[in-house]
């Protein structure tokens, strides 16, 4: 009887301590807990509400610079966040006069209130180069089909009323240089062309581009070589500035003429140093400098982890852009009739994740996984020198930012696929850029390899006011099983005089998991076409207004798996 009493009582004693040690871990993983937290909805559009737990693992903390680094490159430009329109497919993104896209411009317009501009759009891509002018057309849009890709495209008068249909939007207009050097009909169409475009964009043009990714067109190197392709190049803009003078002459001269270029997808069939010592820009009018970049193909081995969720990948892709943009970064190459010696920005005017749609039976490109990737990629990019990335878009590819259109044969609806919630997320890391533009530093993060990410924003290189943190590790919301979290802990350096006590805001991009499509928020918002077409709207069951406090010098974040978040210090 006396034993059984004493082995009662170790059991109880063993309890409370366990219930007392494991809170005391519980609560010390994190500086603070949230400050608010907002009430459930019934919603079936809603994020499940996944607020990160405190029990999660701690990694090494990542110490942050006291600046950001000096850069070669050209800055930051405003509308960073961009997406290029695959020029076929402009009329379904953009409608015309009699019916505008008010989807689309609603999801332009949120982006556009976080960075103080609207996105640019970029129209132009591989049907670009096989459009022909057609002034009797009565549709936007005429084509043949092969395996459902368009050839043989006519585009009338009526495509052109696109270019009105997102008010305060600027554009990159594509002409078409693969059959303006090949035949009549094609350089006819190119002159024909500029006339009207020109006038549909008065006032809404940021450049205009000759050709897309010439060093891919099926040529022999004997007639299709560095020579010959500047050659070309400056007999088809030349020819389209004569025409801009007879029908928009004020868009002919000075600061409202120039082009992008070259828009290449490699560089070993037309070097770019080559193409530039060659003359491309000697008369000055290349204003920007453009490259195509994806992560790959959607090959058999593709995986979400291993392909997208992976910022080694990233970073080991979109090396030869950098290796590419250090090449050209010189003034008397790249821009030598610059007085003020400058170079000129280089940008991205093409780029997504996985070509050529999905590996068999499975999606890795509009889920939420691809939400992070937009998030890890971008922020990577603006850090390296980058001055403005266009995502790729198309109706029905399935990496879209969003499908204007519905595709019945494809079984796609009109929706706001994940990746936009990444492009909101790098839009608010880098704040109004009408009013500042900050450096961008990727930040190291000891112990987590592949699978997290985490960047620096500087304002004037000097202060720093925002942490953005990615957590790449793939966790499905089928799996069953409970989802992990872990600690990201900064230091903050001295010189920064951010002092202990200072509250820092948290805002997360969350899903309940990497493999869904719906319920992804960002800070609570979402931005489904089915609840007030695309426009934001706050979902109650979701933590939102969270804070967290500098202690020690240092500033930490509980994060779930799959998942990202901004800290903001202003």
Request: with cysteine; glycine share 8%; hydrophobic share 40%.
């Amino acid at each position: 009887m006396v034993v059984a009493v004493i082995v009662t009582i170790i059991v109880i004693l063993a309890l409370v301590l366990g219930l007392y040690f494991g809170l005391h871990n519980r609560n010390s993983s994190i500086p603070s807990s949230p400050k608010s937290s907002a009430s459930p909805s019934s919603s079936p559009s809603a994020a499940p509400s996944s607020s990160p737990s405190p029990s999660g693992s701690s990694n090494p903390p990542a110490t942050l610079l006291a600046s950001a680094p000096a850069s070669s490159f050209p800055a930051i430009q405003e509308s960073f966040v961009s997406f290029a329109v695959e020029f076929y497919f402009f009329p379904d993104f953009s409608g015309n006069s009699a019916s505008p896209n008010r989807f689309s411009d609603n999801l332009l317009n949120n982006i556009g209130n976080i960075s103080g501009t609207k996105p640019y759009i970029r129209v132009g891509g591989n049907t670009q180069d096989l459009a022909i002018y057609d002034a009797a057309l009565p549709v936007a849009t005429q084509a043949t089909h092969t395996d459902g890709h368009p050839g043989d495209i006519s585009i009338g008068p009526s495509f052109f009323e696109g270019y009105g249909s997102f008010p305060g939007s600027k554009f990159i207009h594509g002409f078409n240089l693969k059959n303006a050097t090949n035949s009549v009909t094609g350089w006819e169409s190119l002159i024909d062309e500029a006339s009207v475009a020109c006038k549909a964009l008065d006032g809404k043009l940021v450049w205009w581009e000759y050709g897309n990714e010439p060093d891919v067109y099926p040529r022999p190197p004997s007639t299709w070589n560095t020579s010959t392709y500047v050659d070309d190049w400056h007999n088809g803009t030349a020819a389209i500035q004569q025409q801009l003078s007879s029908s928009c002459p004020d868009m002919s001269t000075g600061s409202q003429y120039g082009f992008v270029g070259p828009s290449l997808l490699g560089t070993s069939e037309l070097p770019p140093v080559q193409l530039f010592k060659s003359g491309l820009n000697d008369n000055g009018e290349v204003k920007q400098y453009t490259m195509h970049h994806y992560m790959g193909g959607a090959t058999d081995s593709a995986t979400l982890q291993a392909s997208l969720m992976n910022h080694t990948a990233v970073t080991t892709k979109l090396a030869s852009i950098l290796s590419e943009m250090s090449n050209l970064n010189t003034p008397s190459l790249i821009n030598p009739t610059s007085t003020a010696q400058n170079s000129i920005p280089f940008t991205l005017d093409e780029a997504n994740s996985l070509l050529n749609g999905a590996p068999a039976g499975l999606d890795l490109l509009s889920v939420f996984g691809s939400a992070l990737w937009t998030v890890d990629y971008m922020l990577y990019c603006a850090s390296i020198g980058l001055s403005r990335v266009h995502m790729q878009q198309g109706t029905g590819f399935l990496y879209n930012s969003w499908q204007p259109v519905a595709v019945p044969a494809k079984s796609i609806s009109i929706n706001t696929s994940p990746p936009y919630y990444g492009n909101v997320a790098v839009a608010v890391m880098l704040g109004d850029l009408t009013k500042a533009i900050p450096q961008i530093v990727n930040v190291a993060l000891p112990g987590m390899g592949d699978y997290a990410s985490a960047y620096a924003a500087y304002a004037n290189g000097t202060s720093l006011v925002r942490i953005a943190v990615v957590d790449l590790r793939e966790y499905n919301a089928t799996s069953g099983t409970p989802r992990p979290s872990n600690n990201y802990t900064f230091v903050l350096p001295a010189s920064l005089s951010i002092s202990d006590g200072s509250e820092v805001v948290v805002q997360r991009l969350m899903a309940a998991g990497s493999d869904v499509n719906t319920g992804i928020t960002w800070d609570g918002w979402s931005y489904a076409y089915e609840l007030n077409n695309g426009q934001p709207v706050r979902m109650t069951n979701v933590t939102t207004g969270e804070k967290v406090v500098v202690s020690g010098g240092q500033v930490s974040v509980n994060m779930v798996q799959s998942s990202a978040a901004i800290l903001s210090f202003t």
